[in-house]
């Protein structure tokens, strides 16, 4: 009999340590079950606030954001200070011509100090030009004449690769010689088909003055898809020595604008639009400027 009892206390505090743990796991399982739900109710309702407040999923500006001021540097490097961006009849570079994407390339290369600078004599002594149709160098000791023509030497595999890095873009032709600037011409090196060789068509004394950039970013902003889009505001600055010189400067709307303004007030300014896109968020690439109202 008292076999039994032993038996029975023990089945009897088996069943109270089950029901205990039960109990434990039961309260376990509400309070997580409690924070958790109350966690994803906290999330959907960010989310919810979110979709409130960019209804018509607007753009976001970034100007100040610390995260993208690097990137925004970058992109802003491959536009700045090019006149050529700054046309109130648009720029896009999927209707570009060949001779433009080479140009816009160019001074990319340049700016970033890519080829090697050479120098190769004068078709004769006392030439006006060497090969390719150079102009000599300017000469500055008229007793000791160096009759040499600088040029540049680029390879013609950068141009693809910084389309590519630039403009999302294949597509460019370097089998054809082509006009950066005004004054200048790159041609295929008869030497070595893979280079180009750049340097001045017209005599290094007429070439003066520029078409110089006075824009400043205002605003940047991206959307939903990754793009982003830099806002500037301001005006271009004719010092080109075809111009004239009655004034030290001439104001001008934009690049392709025929109008000067000899006092410049802030209602001249204008305001473009650059585009930048993405296929995976991380590589940008440039599409179009536009002017803005």
Partial sequence: MEVNDTKKDKSNKHLFRNILLFI???????????????KYLEYREN???????????????????????????????????NPMFYSTQG??????????????????????????????????YGANTCSYEFQINEITDPYNPSYICSVLRLDKSLFKQISKKLYNDESVEVS????????????????????????????????????ESKFTIIKVTKDENGTISIYEKGYLVDKRSNVGDQYDNYYLHSSDSTDYYFELKSADNLTFKHTFKTNDRLNYYYVSSELVK
């Fill in 24 to 38: 434990i796991f039961l309260i376990v399982g509400v309070v997580v079950g409690y924070f958790g739900t109350t």
């Fill in 91 to 124: 720029v896009d570079v999927s209707k570009m011509d060949n001779n433009t994407k080479l140009s816009l390339i160019y001074e990319y290369l340049v700016n970033n100090q890519h080829g090697t600078s050479e120098n190769i004599d004068a078709l004769w």
């Fill in 47 to 81: 989310e919810q606030n979110v979709d409130n407040n960019n209804v018509d999923n607007e753009p976001v500006d970034i100007t100040e954001d610390e995260q993208s001021k690097e990137l925004i540097s970058l992109l802003y490097d491959s536009i700045e200070g």
């Fill in 176 to 211: 054809s010689e082509f006009i950066p600037v005004d004054g200048k011409k790159c041609v295929t090196d008869i030497n070595n088909e893979n280079n180009y060789l750049c340097g001045n068509i017209a005599k290094s004394s007429d070439i003066t003055g520029s078409l």
